[in-house]
Nanobody
Framework: QVQLVESGGGLVQAGGSLRLSCAAS????????MAWFRQTPGKEREFVAV???????LYTDSAKGRFTISRDNAKNMAYLQMNSLKPEDTAVYYC????????????WGQGTQVTVSS
């Protein structure tokens, strides 16, 4: 069973950048899809981006052109580089993993807070 721990969140001004990291332990992530989700109070958790075990990436429309998801299987890490941040990007960001690309994400980190001030 893999465990995930996020880091890198914080307070940043609009237009700034942050890099979130997801450290995995317990097993290698090389056979897992790795994704980022985010959630604000009172709203459903929403998908942000995924990098598949095959390296293919997919983004939600609001993240395209601003966010970049990546993975380093050798370090057992996943990342989310966020540029041109907007106040509406404020949320708790969660790292998630799944074995099957058609299945549900069944492993989640504890989340890291990102706050973008205007």
């Amino acid at each position: 069973q893999v465990q995930l721990v996020e880091s890198g969140g914080g307070l940043v001004q609009a237009g700034g950048s942050l890099r979130l990291s997801c450290a995995a332990s317990g097993r290698t992530i090389s056979s897992l899809d790795m994704a980022w989700f985010r959630q604000t109070p009172g709203k459903e958790r929403e998908f942000v981006a995924v990098v598949g075990k095959n390296g293919i990436t997919l983004y939600t429309d609001s993240a395209k052109g601003r966010f970049t998801i990546s993975r380093d299987n050798a370090k057992n890490m996943a990342y989310l580089q966020m540029n041109s941040l907007k106040p509406e990007d404020t949320a708790v960001y969660y790292c998630a993993a799944r074995e099957s690309s058609s299945g549900k994400y069944d492993t989640w980190g504890q989340g890291t807070q990102v706050t973008v001030s205007s």
